[in-house]
């Protein structure tokens, strides 16, 4: 192995430093880059902590929480700005993202199996585009318009483009939003947005796998501003999703983190989040961390399950990964799930996610389509709704109590990544009638019962029908 790189201290306070500790290049956060240059591993964004100001106590952030008049401390982002400081305030681009809450959810909580109180569901649908995406939108619209892009571009399962289609639509500084996405995988909800806030929408011929690795190829040869996960940029909006759930927890860490992880941006960006915090001596104690794939879409649990694959501080063995995405190609396995926002085999920041894995004691597990569409409706029925590849988390905390490697007493906290709204079709096929469609929808994905089926009443235009069958169901009710 050729001895790592010299790189000569850096004066400013916030650069990108390559993830691989054997090259360690760093680049000047004025500089587009979405991979290393010298050896083309992942990017972080890392902060002379030293030399910044850094609150002392995370209380410190409760003031400006009321502050409504101030955009930057309106954003439920921008508001925790000193953990994030790579950009000069003037320059952060914020459509007031980030205003999202923590929910005790009983009835959720007891199907999981949780002791009452114990299970909380952090609803990111409220976001202005209705997912999670917007907190690192944020932030990697930030750093465009401080490198002066207006071309953006991102491969998309539907909710990164809507929140694109919604940052450019919704601010002044001329940025033009291109999204790639695979033909017929994008849920409608989603579709509907890119295509109402005028984004350029390119449907290509393939998966999300494929739409991905075009959008690189094109961002290269265009010069565009590429506003996927990779981008290290997005992964310090989305630490802030830690921020407010610790805020919402008075600053107490919950014993448990639980998220769907797909491309495994949101799971890196929390792994880093807790990270920081760790060392500038903000948290004394680190939640574990669960990432739920879906079944049809489950390299992480397969590489960490039954691979093996680890951190190895910084030098995982990336052959496993490399021969295992070798055996998809040769079997022509795609991915697919219900949860099309998961529905992804090659995850781009599996790296960083691994790194979050080795600091959170993290555990990986996979869920059936079956068992996200009833965690779903159980928590439609008992909480905020949300769309299938949020209802991963709560299907995996179920899993996961089941196995008793979460204990009922436990406090645990699932993401809830996107709003119900996002993906009416699979809601839809779930609680309808129609025998077909729920055939087409979920049948086809091994799905057999819905069995918290909310059916609608079918009954003929007559009064006393209609009254016979309310009258019907308030007994069914007791
Ligand atoms: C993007 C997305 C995910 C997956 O998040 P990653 O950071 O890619 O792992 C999960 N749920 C929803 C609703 C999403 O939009
Ligand atoms: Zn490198």
């Known amino acids: 192995m050729s001895p790592p790189t010299i790189t000569p201290p850096r004066t400013d306070l916030a650069y990108l430093c390559c993830l691989n500790p054997a090259c360690r290049t760093t680049l000047s956060v004025d500089r587009v880059a979405f991979a290393c240059p010298e050896c083309g591993d992942l990017l972080d964004v890392v902060y002379d902590w030293d030399r910044l100001p850094v609150p002392k106590r995370l209380s410190d952030f409760q003031a400006k929480w009321a502050d409504r008049l101030e955009p930057l401390n309106f954003s439920g982002v921008w508001r925790f700005r000193e953990l994030l400081p790579f950009a000069p305030p003037e320059q952060i681009v914020t459509i007031g993202e980030g205003q999202t809450l923590l929910q005790v959810a009983d009835k959720v909580g007891q199907y999981v199996g949780m002791n009452p109180g114990r299970l909380r569901l952090q609803y990111e649908g409220m976001n202005p585009s209705g997912s999670f995406k917007d907190n690192g939108m944020t932030a990697a619209f930030t750093h465009a318009r401080m490198v002066g892009a207006k071309r953006v571009a991102c491969a998309s399962t539907g909710n990164t483009s809507a929140a694109l289609a919604v940052f450019c639509s919704a601010t002044s500084f001329g940025f033009k939003a291109i999204i790639f996405i695979g033909s017929g995988k994008i849920a409608y909800g989603k579709l509907a947005q890119a295509l109402d806030h005028g984004a350029l929408t390119i449907q290509i011929v393939g998966d999300f796998d494929d739409a991905m690795h075009r959008v690189r190829q094109v961002a290269d040869r265009l010069g565009i501003y590429l506003m996927n996960s990779v981008n290290p940029y997005r992964l310090e909006g989305q630490k802030t999703i830690m921020y407010r759930v610790l805020e919402a927890l008075a600053w107490e860490p919950p014993d448990w983190i639980v998220v769907p992880g797909g491309n495994l941006g949101n799971s890196s960006a929390f792994g880093k989040a807790f990270i920081e915090l760790k060392h500038l001596g903000l948290i004394d104690r680190v939640p574990r961390l669960a990432v739920i794939n879906a ?68 555990v990986v597990r996979q869920v059936s389509d079956q068992e996200i569409m009833d965690a779903k409706a159980r928590v439609g029925a008992g909480g905020l709704g949300c769309e299938p590849a949020s209802a991963a988390s709560v299907a995996g905390a179920k899993r996961l109590r089941e196995e008793g490697v979460i204990a009922p007493s436990e406090s645990v906290v699932c993401i809830l990544t996107g709003h119900q709204l996002k993906d009416p079709t699979a809601t839809v096929a779930y609680h309808g009638t129609d025998q077909d469609n729920f055939e087409k929808v979920l049948g086809s994905r091994g799905v057999r019962r819905a069995g918290f089926a909310n059916r609608p009443v079918i009954v003929p235009n007559d009064l006393d029908d209609i009254i016979r069958s309310i009258a019907l169901y308030s007994e069914s009710e007791g």
Not at 319 to 343: C, H, P, Q, R
Request: hydrophobic share 40%.
């Open 295 to 362: 079944a049809g879409a489950q390299t992480l649990e397969q590489l960490v399950g039954t691979h093996g694959m680890s951190w190895l501080d910084g030098l995982p063995d990336m052959k496993v990964a490399d021969s295992y995405y070798m055996k998809l190609d040769e079997a022509g396995s795609k991915a697919s799930t219900i949860a099309s926002a998961i529905e992804i085999n090659r995850p781009v920041n599996l790296k960083k996610c691994l790194r979050a894995l080795d600091f959170c004691d993290g």
